[in-house]
């Protein structure tokens, strides 16, 4: 029985550079590093309780998943962050340089505040960040 989501594997060209965005601008607790010789892999982990599995899908065969599909086929979109308040996150990470694909949150599932980071500012990956508002967790 699959009782929860254990971690994703992002593939970085600096790991300390990404070490560093999760820790400081992300403000992700940081467990350490680890060489793993048998993969010949070095390996950072940050811990984070709770979390979800989204399976996105174009509705109506339209907007930027369709694109998605059509361009990848599948797999891993996209990396979501839980914020307690996100316009100070917008605003902290758009002064360190950040790029987001939009100008400010919009709404999302479960009526979430949700923007998008554009995956350049994070070595290629796709990183949503989301506000829940009353209710929802």
Do not use: W
């Not at 048998?38 to 998943?65: D, M, Q, R, W, Y």
């Not at 979109?77 to 917008?90: G, K, P, Q, T, Y």
Request: hydrophobic share 40%; charged share 25%; with cysteine.
């Amino acid at each position: 029985m699959i009782v929860a989501l254990d971690h994703i594997a992002i593939a970085v060209p600096d790991l300390d550079k990404a070490i560093k965005r999760f820790m400081e601008d992300f403000g992700l607790k940081y467990e350490g590093k680890e060489d793993v010789p048998a993969a010949k892999t070095s390996t950072a982990f940050f811990p984070l309780p709770e979390t979800s599995i989204e399976l996105v899908h174009p509705l109506n065969g339209e907007g930027p998943i369709a694109g998605y599909l059509e361009k990848k086929g599948g797999g891993m979109h996209h990396l979501c962050f839980r914020s307690d308040d996100i316009e100070a996150d917008v605003a902290r990470l758009k002064d360190k340089g950040y790029q987001f694909l939009s100008d400010a949150p919009t709404i999302g599932a479960h009526n979430c505040k949700v923007i998008f980071i554009h995956p350049k500012s994070c070595d290629g990956v796709l990183i949503e960040l989301n506000e829940p508002q009353e209710g929802h967790h």
